[in-house]
């Protein structure tokens, strides 16, 4: 099965600065790849996602890098704000069902 | 907007007994998944169903099993409970068979087996 890495498991950052959360993956039949967020207590909800044929996408404050030829894949937060506490979670799907998930990264944005 | 719900926000059950966590979703979708969520470990597939009756086992399938009767329901089931299946259970649908769809999770059963 699909196995995803992600690094690194907690992040701290001053408000208003960047933060970066790197996943690789094992299988290069993976072709879709989201990202989930989940704030303390809640459900984990789908903030953006990527499919294999696009290397970039963007929305607003938060954008995610595909590199298909080095298998790996990036969530990047610029601006980070108070709410953007929380743990994230990178996955990627194989086989069009099974999405496998990586192990988490806890942010803590710092005010 | 898509509701996921779970029968029970937190659940005590002793060991070896048979726990039955149920989920209902109410936009019609194809999909419905069982995750358990540990520190660490992310989130691990446990079963997941794309039809009624129908289901395929995940990374982690021992010691549970599963029922989809009704497109809306899928329950999973612990036959005989023990410790190491203390953890957060995620319920989650998504709508598309074979398509990328977003998962849609449930507020999730936190189980503790004494």
């Known amino acids: 099965g699909e196995n995803v890495e992600q690094h690194p498991s907690t992040l701290s950052v001053q408000e208003g600065d960047s933060a970066v959360i790197k996943c690789t993956y094992s299988?290069?039949?993976?072709?879709?790849f989201p990202w989930y967020k989940q704030e303390l207590g809640k459900r984990p909800q789908l903030i953006i996602d990527?499919?294999?044929?696009?290397g970039e996408k963007k929305d607003q404050r938060i954008a995610v890098t595909l590199n298909k030829t080095a298998k790996h894949f990036s969530l990047h937060i610029t601006e980070t704000q108070p709410e953007d506490s929380a743990v994230y979670f990178c996955?990627?799907?194989?086989?069009?069902?099974?999405?496998?998930f990586g192990a988490g990264t806890t942010v803590t944005v710092r005010a | 907007d898509v509701k996921v719900t779970q029968s029970s926000r937190y659940l005590v059950k002793r060991t070896g007994e048979k726990v039955f966590l149920e989920c209902v979703q109410d936009?019609?979708?194809?999909?419905m998944f069982w995750y358990r969520q540990d520190p660490g470990l992310g989130l691990r597939l446990i079963y997941f169903?794309?039809?009624?009756?129908?289901?395929e086992k995940g990374d982690i399938p021992e010691g549970y099993s599963v029922s989809r009767e009704k497109k809306e329901r899928f329950s999973l089931i612990l036959e005989s409970a023990s410790t190491n299946q203390t953890s957060m259970y995620l319920c989650?649908?998504?709508?598309?068979?074979?398509?990328?769809?977003?998962?849609?999770f449930g507020n999730g059963t936190r189980l503790t087996v004494t």
């Open positions: 990527i499919r294999s044929n696009v």
């Open positions: 989650a649908s998504s709508l598309y068979r074979n398509n990328n769809s977003p998962l849609h």
């Open positions: 996955a990627a799907l194989l086989n069009d069902y099974k999405l496998s």
């Open positions: 169903s794309y039809d009624v009756k129908m289901k």
């Open positions: 936009m019609d979708h194809e999909n």
């Open positions: 299988d290069s039949a993976s072709n879709y």
